[in-house]
Each structure stands twice: as structure tokens, then as C-alpha cells.
């Protein structure tokens, strides 16, 4: 069964400075996706940036960053240029790109890591 | 953006009561929509993933007696929670699958109070 962990329950960072999320996973598949989403105060999930595993190059998405070693199944996230906005729960997510007899691939979260950040 | 609502955003009922919780694809379709229970500071967790026109899958240690979801069309979820104890009290949220890009989106989350 694949698996999803975050190491850092909580991160803090300055306004305007970087910070990096990690996230490490465990499975057996080569074929598959990687998310990270957001979780502000309101409750709602926001997807910030995604990653397939059959591509090298690492995502961007603006501010968003990830750093992608598969051989390690890491999967961080830098956020640069950090804005009081940013502050929200993170999630690190993963959902396998194989097809097990027609059933729908659910996502498997991580535990979370809690991002304040200081004005 | 696509839009997925759930309705309603906060309940508080009874001990003993049922309470119905609606998760819609406002602007898409969605074959697939999937239930989460979030308890505070915790991440979510996988109630059941629902097929439209068929039967729930549930996870392993959700009673499905207990958690009814009904998936009638392509833009509405229902989940049931039966006969609530305090110890249902969570935040519930749902997530749906677009039809073609299979992209997934996050309703706001029903937060429920058992009393």
C-alpha cells in the first residue's frame, strides 16, 4: 500500500522569504501523480501545483515550486516570495496512474504541515 | 474554476438524528465524487467513493449502514449520516471528478456538531 508522510507538523516563515515543504512517499508503482494542496482557514481544498511522475522536470506554478526525486520519492515544495496569505495547512498527496480494473484511483494524503507566516 | 458546493456548510443536531449533507458539481460533471471526514489538525481520511449510478465503495472500518451515500446524478452526491452520536461530530468534505480531464475539486466542507 503506498504511503504519504510529512516529517513537519508545523513551519514558520518571514513574509518574502522561502520556505520548503517535504513530503517523502512509498510505493511500489512507477506510474503516478503527486499534489500539493492548500487548506486555509475557510476549510476548502486548493490544489497548488501537480506532478507526474513519468516527467523530469520539476513543476512550477508561479511562487510554487516543487522538487521532484523520484529514485528518493521525495517531493518537496518551496514557496518563495512567502505572503500572508500563504499561511494554511499543506497537504502532500498521491494518486496512482494505474488502472486496477476500472476503478477509480482515490488520493492518499499526508499528515499536514501547519505554515504560519510572520509579517 | 470549476465549482463544487456542499450544502449545508455547518449543521448541529441531536443525538439519535439523521442528517443529510449535499455535495454538488456546480459547472461540470462528475462520474466519481469522493467523501472525507477531517478531524481537527488531522488530515483526511477516505469514507467512500461514490459512482454515479452504483453502489458506494467504502474503506475499510466505515460502517455503510451508517454512512449512506447516494450518487443519484452526475452533479449530485448525497452522504447520510444515521442515527448521529457526538462521536460523528467531524468535517465532513467531498471531493468531485471531472468527466474527460478527470480533474479533482474540493467542496468547502460541512462542518457537523452532534449534541
Known amino acids: 500500500a503506498q504511503t504519504v508522510t510529512q516529517s513537519q507538523p508545523e513551519m514558520s516563515v518571514q513574509e518574502a522569504e522561502t520556505v520548503t515543504l517535504s513530503c517523502t512517499y512509498d510505493t511500489s508503482e512507477s506510474d503516478y501523480y503527486l499534489f500539493w494542496y492548500k487548506q486555509p482557514p475557510s476549510r476548502q481544498m486548493i490544489l497548488v501545483i501537480r506532478?507526474?511522475?513519468?516527467?523530469?522536470q520539476n513543476a512550477t506554478e508561479n511562487r510554487f515550486s516543487v522538487n521532484f526525486q523520484k529514485a528518493a520519492k521525495s517531493f518537496s515544495l518551496k514557496i518563495s516570495d512567502s505572503q500572508l496569505g500563504d499561511a494554511a495547512m499543506y497537504f502532500c498527496a498521491y494518486r496512482s496512474a494505474m488502472n486496477y480494473g476500472g476503478a477509480t484511483n482515490k488520493l492518499i494524503f499526508g499528515t499536514g504541515t501547519l505554515l504560519a507566516v510572520q509579517p | 474554476g470549476a465549482v463544487v458546493s456542499q450544502h449545508p456548510s455547518w449543521v448541529i443536531c441531536k443525538s439519535g438524528t439523521s442528517v443529510k449533507i449535499e455535495c454538488r458539481s456546480l459547472d461540470f460533471q462528475a462520474t466519481t465524487m469522493f467523501w472525507y471526514r477531517q478531524f481537527p489538525k488531522q488530515s483526511l481520511m477516505l469514507m467512500a467513493t461514490s459512482n454515479e449510478g452504483s453502489k458506494a465503495t467504502y474503506e475499510q472500518g466505515v460502517e455503510k449502514d451508517k454512512f449512506l451515500i447516494n450518487h443519484a446524478s452526475l452533479t449530485l452526491s448525497t452522504l447520510t449520516v444515521t442515527s448521529a452520536h457526538p462521536e460523528d461530530s467531524s468535517f465532513y468534505i467531498c471531493s468531485a471528478r471531472r468527466i474527460l480531464t478527470g480533474e479533482l475539486f474540493f467542496g468547502e466542507g460541512s462542518r457537523l456538531t452532534v449534541l
Open positions: 506532478q507526474e511522475a513519468y516527467k523530469q
